[in-house]
């Protein structure tokens, strides 16, 4: 897990749907230790000193305040960890499913991004952002979902054509997480 120093948890600002780390030092130290955020301004960013604010995920938020390496305030007030949770549920259309899934891949080791751009939930990298290129595109599914053969077809599809593998992963009832593969083969 990442480590900021010896000082206590930085905190960041809750702005609207956005949250700001300020303080470009330690957000280039969170962004290089482990990816977390979005570099301000910055679209493709590699490891090392940034000199912008980092924008977090409420999955990358939610994740670093359960490891208490980060604190949120919103109108000059911290919310507690459960408060933050609850305003991502309400934010966020399946909030508490996804981050299952998201913190599941960050404790294996996992460089997780959001994929909406290569038409999944996620992109999961095993070393980061330029460093590497995304292996898998991840879509969330509940347990219960009817998929349809022209939907994974449609996804797979898309998947290959930016070099990535589709995957689909679900939650059961006892929070047990599945990933399903789907790849093209060529005859």
């Known amino acids: 897990m990442v480590k900021l120093g010896s000082e206590a948890a930085p905190i960041l600002e809750l702005i609207g749907k956005e949250i700001i780390l300020w303080d470009e030092k330690l957000g280039s130290i969170l962004y290089s230790r482990g990816f977390f955020g979005k570099p301000l301004g ?3 960013s590699k490891p090392g000193v940034i000199n912008r604010p980092l924008i977090l995920s409420l999955f990358e938020t939610l ?3 359960e490891g208490l390496k980060i604190r949120i ?3 000059q007030k911290e919310l507690s960890v459960n408060e933050f949770q609850s305003y991502a549920n309400d934010t966020y259309d399946g909030f508490e499913r996804k981050y299952l899934i998201y913190s599941n891949l960050r404790d294996l080791g996992y460089v997780v991004k959001p994929g909406m751009k290569f038409g999944g939930d996620f992109v999961i990298y095993k070393k980061g952002p330029g460093l590497d290129h995304s292996q898998w595109v991840v879509q969330v599914e ?3 979902s009817k998929i349809t053969a022209i ?3 449609r ?3 898309l998947a290959s054509s930016v070099k990535k593998k589709y995957l689909i992963s679900t939650i059961n009832d006892n929070n047990d997480i599945q990933f399903y ?3 093209r083969e060529k005859i």
């Open 42 to 44: 910055i679209r493709k």
């Open 63 to 65: 994740y670093l305040m």
């Open 73 to 75: 305030k919103q109108d």
């Open 142 to 144: 509940n347990d219960q």
């Open 151 to 153: 939907n994974i077809v």
């Open 155 to 157: 996804a797979s599809r």
């Open 181 to 183: 593969g789907f790849e």
